[in-house]
């Protein structure tokens, strides 16, 4: 298939940890500019540490319908971001098992702005590499009609396996290409079921 800038997706590449000292930009930064590569997307990059997510939810409307929600001002263009893309791509650490609380925030902010679009993931961590905040993000995101995208990337004991140029595993930039060969088809493929006719139900 030949791209085009309309064909392209727009891919949002979210560094879910906020803490400081934080590995996540370091993973985002190295996996976004493989992406940059990739012919299939337009990438952007949503930083949570610049991101005001109030931990309290305004009551939930009767219905929720497009962007009738309410939300702080300064939320806005998030949710702009959010609602434009095509994909997404989530890096997040392992915090007790599960993802940083900011993820959870930014999730629970917004609704039909995941529906029926793809979400990849690249997890770091200790032993487990990360994979078990990624088991409760795909939860959580399926609960919201999107779509896990099965290939992803898993960094265990990050801190030893890194250096100044990304992972040591000389191997990680294939599997990152095919998970986004993966992602950029869903995206396709879901951009067009969008725009061909309504989704049934949904958050």
Request: net charge negative; glycine share 6%.
């Amino acid at each position: 298939m030949t791209l085009t800038p309309d064909t392209k997706s727009r891919l949002v590449v979210i560094v879910g940890s906020v803490r400081e000292g934080r590995f996540g930009p370091t993973v985002a930064s190295w996996v976004a500019d493989i992406a940059r590569k990739h012919p299939g997307f337009d990438v952007e990059v949503l930083d949570l540490a610049d991101v005001d997510l109030p931990l309290a939810l305004p009551p939930v409307p009767a219905k929720i319908a497009g962007d009738d929600y309410p939300r702080p001002e300064a939320m806005l263009p998030v949710t702009a971001q959010l609602e434009a893309a095509d994909a997404f791509l989530v890096v997040t650490p392992e915090y007790n098992h599960s993802y940083p609380a900011s993820l959870k925030m930014l999730i629970d902010w917004h609704f039909t702005q995941w529906t029926a679009k793809p979400v990849a993931f690249v997890s770091y961590g200790g032993a487990a590499g990360g994979r078990h905040a990624v088991l409760h993000l795909e939860n959580v995101l399926t609960e919201l009609h999107a779509v896990t995208i099965r290939d992803g990337l898993s960094f265990p004991n990050y801190f030893f396996t890194w250096g100044e140029d990304g992972p040591s595993d000389e191997r990680s930039e294939t599997y990152a290409v095919t998970m986004l060969d993966q992602l950029a088809w869903w995206s396709r493929a879901l951009r067009a079921a969008r725009a061909a006719e309504p989704y049934p139900g949904g958050a």
